[in-house]
């Protein structure tokens, strides 16, 4: 099997994750990186040291127009439009876009004479881009005949293969969903102008102009709005919200369902017991351990259920409690992505 080559835009959060995770798989090829800050030796220093994961031990450098990891050469771009950067020049097979920036995945979409795969770490809705999240619907994908893709987002990659679970066994009839998240980059340490704009009204868009360090800050969330891409009129039946809260890594979420078909608590553990014996990539995990949110730091699970808390009352009120690295369990599940067009999209 050819080792793809994969370009990268943006080297945030996520992208530095997907780095780091490739590095120790050594999956795919990092052709290219394309990075709108331009100071290639602040970008070297943020790949090298890290307040969350760590220092990594291979000798980072960087040079004119590259980074290097043990010498090794990668090339650097700092285009700020997505389509100037030259993934064609290096051969790019998978471009990953991990920037954030909103018009990129339409853009993407669009490249219908790019050869290779594009993958946003956007949740999108547009039908010209497939999203793949790995639990519920990565058996059907077809590399050969899907190339526009999205890798969803952290909230949706947990919930999406619980939810397909309980759906087939019991169904949902409706109920809510309330994550709590970390804070991101684009939070403010101290009060101010709202950083993000609030699409979805203003309770979200000023109180996420407040210190991110000293408050919980409750915001809607698109975690079940997402899930319909894979899970087609979900949100009709499930509510969600979201804390934003004064953590830098792991998010939990606590779903609460009424379930279709009875069930005990008994037979949602074994269902979700099954399910984590019989995958194959760490989609998902159960744990009894009375555990907090930073043990679970660098877990490559999408989710994590935290059995202690399932609990079914009547018969038909399911409540399930679950964990995720909501940067090293998603990136996870990105570099899995390349390794099924790996595998499955060359002839
Ligand atoms: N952080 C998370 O928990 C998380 C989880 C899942 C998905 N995501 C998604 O991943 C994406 C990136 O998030 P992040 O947390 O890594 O953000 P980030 O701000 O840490 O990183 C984004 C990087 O992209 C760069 N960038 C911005 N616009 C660019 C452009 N047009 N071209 C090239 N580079 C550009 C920025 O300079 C920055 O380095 C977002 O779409 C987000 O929704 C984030």
Redesign the pocket.
Known sequence: MKKLKVGL?????????IFRINQQRQLFDLALI????QDAAN?AYLLKYDSIHGVLPERIGFGSGHLSIEEQPIALS?????AE?PWREHEVDVLI????????PARLAAWRDFPGWTI????VSHPDIHTVVFGVNDKTFDPLSQRRLS?????T?ALAPIAALLEQRFGIARGYLTTL??W???QRLLDGPAVVAGADGLQSHFALGRSAVNNLIPKTTSAVKAADAVLPGLSQRLQALSYRVPTSIV?SAVLNVELKQAGSPQELSALLRYAEQKQHLPILRNSSDPLVSHDYLGSPYSAIVDQRWTEVQHERHARLLYWYD??WG??SRVVDLVALIARDGQP
């Open positions: 835009n943006g080297l945030g959060r996520i992208g530095r994750a394309n990075e709108a800050q970008l700092h285009c700020a439009d997505i950067a876009d991990a920037s954030g920036d909103a018009r990129n946003t770490t956007h949740a890798s969803s987002i952290c909230d990659v998240h970390p991101l980059g684009q998010s909501n940067e998603y990136s």
